[in-house]
């Protein structure tokens, strides 16, 4: 069965700083990877995912998280954080599907909170 | 393009009660799949909808149903509701193009 485990569920860091936020997940089989933020009182938005290819994918807000297949890792890192960071981070997996080709259902971790402090 | 909508956006209900939450999905989705999340935890899935039929379904008990109608909006109800239902639920969406899932800013349950 598959599993994500996000061993940190709250990261303090001062602005302008660097963080890495931990995600491994377990699968007998090929996976999708992503990571979702939700900010205060809100939905789940898509930061970046990674389906296959290279390993390093990269977010518009400069957010990265590089696929590990021999540590069965994906975290994510941020050069420098700021303040409008501050939010819950879920790392998910997602086999392909047996239908229709697409994405099969999520599999979240418990979430990281990303409290970025001035 | 108004994305995922869910409504109501909150809502309390009593214990034994039942409840229905709604969702449209993002225009081109045909998929749509309900989470639900309870505080301080992630999402957990609990189906989904292709073609107006369940296609999959999560470890949730037969009081959580649902249904997909053909304009691929979709419902989900809850019957003898317990204090362990309160929760945000969340709806996703995607197209069968689509890798990522949409999701709808939630409808926040209160079961007193």
């Known amino acids: 069965a598959q599993s994500v485990t996000q061993l940190d569920s709250q990261v303090p860091v001062f602005e302008e700083a660097p963080v890495e936020l931990r995600c491994n997940y377990s699968?007998?089989?090929?996976?999708?990877l992503f990571w979702y933020v939700q900010y205060p009182n809100q939905g789940l938005q898509l930061l970046l995912k990674?389906?296959?290819?290279?390993?390093l994918v990269e977010s518009i807000n400069g957010f990265e998280a590089e696929f590990n297949k021999s540590q069965t890792s994906f975290h994510l890192r941020k050069p420098s954080v700021h303040i409008s960071d501050t939010a819950e981070y879920f790392c998910?997996?997602?086999?392909?599907?047996?239908?229709?080709?697409?994405?099969?259902?999520?599999?979240f971790g418990t979430g990281t909170l990303l409290a970025v402090q001035p | 393009d108004a994305g995922v909508t869910q409504s109501p956006t909150h809502l309390i209900k009593t214990r034994g009660q039942q409840v229905t939450l709604r969702c449209s999905p993002k225009?081109?989705?045909?998929?749509v799949s309900w989470y639900q999340q309870a505080l301080g935890q992630g999402p957990q899935f609990i189906f989904q909808?292709?073609?107006?039929?369940?296609?999959q379904r999560g470890n949730f008990p037969d009081r959580f149903s649902g249904h997909q109608f053909p304009n691929y909006s979709s419902e989900l109800n809850v019957n003898a509701l317990l204090l362990g239902d309160s929760a945000l639920y969340l709806c996703?969406?995607?197209?069968?193009?689509?890798?990522?899932?949409?999701f709808g800013q939630g409808t926040r349950l209160t079961v007193v």
């Open positions: 998910a997996v997602s086999e392909g599907a047996d239908y229709g080709g697409a994405t099969n259902k999520l599999i």
């Open positions: 996703a969406s995607r197209g069968q193009m689509n890798t990522e899932a949409f």
């Open positions: 990674y389906l296959s290819g290279s390993t």
């Open positions: 699968s007998s089989v090929s996976v999708y």
């Open positions: 909808y292709y073609e107006e039929e369940e296609r």
């Open positions: 225009s081109g989705h045909d998929t």
